[in-house]
Nanobody, 122 residues
Framework: QVQLVESGGGLVQTGDSLRLSCAGARRTGVYYDLGWFRQAPGKEREFVASISWSGRDTKYADPVKGRFAISKDDAEKTVYLQMNSLKPEDTGVYYC???????????????WGQGTQVTVSS
């Protein structure tokens, strides 16, 4: 069982930065990816970024490339999402998730946190 708890969301202005954290994001003995997803009101949950269990491989959705960075600290069992140059379209509930290698579909992730709200005002 993997229990994930996100934190770090908030209300910011366009161009600001936020760093999201997800605690509980480590499990030994298996290979996995850790991902961040977001869901805006009335829209489907979408992939934002992922990092492999080794930390060597990262993936980003096109809208966040160059602005967001995913990282993890195994000692702290935490995965981070550094979000820079935030835009109003980045607004949504951000979820961290634990899933299969190379996965970018929500259906390929097995454990989810409760989400943290990010609101970017214009």
């Amino acid at each position: 069982q993997v229990q994930l708890v996100e934190s770090g969301g908030g209300l910011v202005q366009t161009g600001d930065s936020l760093r999201l954290s997800c605690a509980g994001a480590r499990r030994t003995g298996v290979y996995y990816d850790l991902g961040w997803f977001r869901q805006a009101p009335g829209k489907e949950r979408e992939f934002v970024a992922s990092i492999s269990w080794s930390g060597r491989d990262t993936k980003y959705a096109d809208p966040v490339k160059g602005r967001f960075a995913i990282s993890k600290d195994d000692a702290e069992k935490t995965v981070y999402l550094q979000m820079n140059s935030l835009k109003p379209e980045d607004t949504g509930v951000y979820y961290c998730a634990w899933g299969g290698l190379g996965a970018i579909s929500p259906s390929e992730y097995y454990y989810w946190g409760q989400g943290t709200q990010v609101t970017v005002s214009s």
